[in-house]
């Protein structure tokens, strides 16, 4: 994903932020839970819907073009830690869902700067709500690799980010109802939390894996809701993928 002004490349993936895809996104029953959206399980694959995923580094859109070239979901930067916030957003944003795509905003994690629950206010506060209107997607947590100093874990013990991201889900959940979609890397996720924190029953996985397939999911999802695997293509920024019909798709932005 990106950052401020340019986005982020980690390390091990040749583009920088988020990700997302069903597998196999279960027989697509979803069920409210706590006002969260659940999956019973992974589905026989009923389809596949193409996005992308937007940051300041993409300036203004066009938005008519991704949508005339099969784009149906953009994911937008909002803010990162607690002091950015992407200059483009409105543009990225508003043009999405004015052509009509079905969007969402999402963060950019930086665990050193402040607690969870302060970042999930700070990404709520500007432009990371959700409003029941079936065009709006939770918002989603990126939280991978420290592209600053500090280490690729922000200096946490892998206990310890399981907790700040737990703060943050919930804040999230408590400011807007719903759970943030986690986007992350398999190989991140297992240094850094040590596959201790279970966030399957909450939050929808997003998954940055750039090759033909998605590969070993992190730690106890089994399946992606979203999957992020090319950082470039014919869409703007990186190039995603729903793994499931667009009516799925129209059911986790109702709620």
């Known amino acids: 994903m990106g950052t401020s002004p340019a986005r982020h490349r980690a390390p091990h993936r040749p583009r920088s932020r988020r990700a997302a895809g069903l597998l196999r996104l279960m027989s697509a029953v979803l069920i409210a839970v706590a006002g969260v959206v659940g999956f ?65 905003a999402y963060h950019f994690a930086r665990p050193n700067v402040s607690s969870g629950t302060y970042q ?46 737990r703060a943050f889900s919930n804040q999230y959940h408590a400011r807007t109802g719903r759970y943030p979609v986690i986007y992350t890397a398999t190989s991140w996720w297992t240094q850094c939390t040590g596959n201790r924190g279970d966030f399957t029953s909450t939050s929808p996985l997003w998954v940055a894996r750039y090759s033909s397939s998605v590969g070993t999911l992190p730690y106890r999802w089994g399946f992606y809701t979203f ?29």
């Open 40 to 104: 019973t399980g992974p589905a026989s694959a009923t389809g596949v819907v193409y996005g992308m995923d937007v940051s300041g580094y993409q300036g203004n859109v066009n938005w008519s073009s991704a949508y005339a070239n099969g784009g149906r979901f953009a994911y937008v930067k909002a803010t990162e830690g607690i002091s950015y916030r992407n200059p483009y957003f409105a543009q990225q944003y508003n043009g999405s869902y004015q052509v009509g795509m079905i969007r969402g």
């Open 120 to 165: 999930a206010d700070y990404f709520v506060n500007h432009g990371g709500g959700w409003s029941r209107d079936g065009k709006t997607l939770p918002g989603a947590l990126d939280i991978e690799w420290n592209p600053y100093s500090g280490g690729t874990c922000y200096g946490y013990s892998q206990s310890g980010m399981v907790s700040w991201i």
């Open 227 to 255: 999957w992020q695997n090319a950082d470039s293509g014919k869409f703007p920024g990186d190039q995603d993928r729903f793994n499931g019909a667009y009516s799925q798709l129209q059911a986790i932005a109702t709620g």
